[in-house]
């Protein structure tokens, strides 16, 4: 085992112009924000009783973000092409990319206990056996619990989740003009295989920033949601 370990030491990435403080703790806010949401997802559906806590390592979220900026500034200010200010896809893509590598939420629970065991509320609306289905997707969820941040922070940053701009209305208008080819049956299915794909691609395949930026790209090409910008002008 190496004796000393290896420190580079700080490094200040801010500026006064692209990179601000001001920007840097937005986008904190905006990656602690999607904690919060995912952990009172948790919250709603996992017992009480059962022994598991989960913590923000806030050291890391320092780490992501200045991570993110290092990579952001090698491409606003690379002579090889003419990008003034990095938008909203390569944003999103390099804050990702950095909490997938850094991973700052650690579940803890006592030794002995399986996060397949972990016992839910009860919910009388549930069978026993969607119940048990239940429990397998909360076990799964928790193991990659900083997949699940990952992917609520992307999306949230790019859309906005709370204007839906397609809905069964204009599903089924699309549907009588071309119904031999839709691969869906409605937009709501539509959108939970994009939930479900952008978790699976970041949970188990190798993700690098351009990878997560063109997955972004091509979730707007059909708009789901509104858009929290003109990304695509920037």
Sequence with gaps: MQEKTVYYGYVDVLD?????QKKAT????????????????FKKVIDNDFPLQFFLNYSLLDEVVTDAI??????????????????????AAYLTYWWLRHKPI????????????????????????????????VAWQLKHINECVAVNFALTFIFDFDNVVCSDKEFKKIEKYDGKHMAFESFD??????????????????????????LLEAFTIHPIWKLTGNHWKV
Excluded at 16 to 20: L, V
Excluded at 110 to 131: A, I, Q, R, W
């Design 106 to 137: 650690s579940t803890h629970f006592p030794d002995g206990y399986f996060l397949e065991n972990v016992t839910l509320k009860n919910n009388t609306n549930l069978s026993k056996e969607e119940m048990v289905e239940l429990q397998k997707k």
């Design 70 to 91: 290092i990579g952001l500034k090698k491409v606003t200010y690379s002579s090889n092409n003419g990008v003034e200010e990095p938008n909203s896809f390569k944003v």
């Design 26 to 41: 937005e986008w904190k806010k905006n990656l602690h924000e999607s904690y919060k949401a995912i952990y009172f997802q």
């Design 189 to 214: 299915e539509m959108q939970q295989q994009m939930l479900n794909k952008f978790l699976y691609y970041l949970s188990y395949r190798a993700i690098a920033p351009k990878v997560i930026e063109h």
């Design 16 to 20: 006064k112009t692209i990179f601000t």
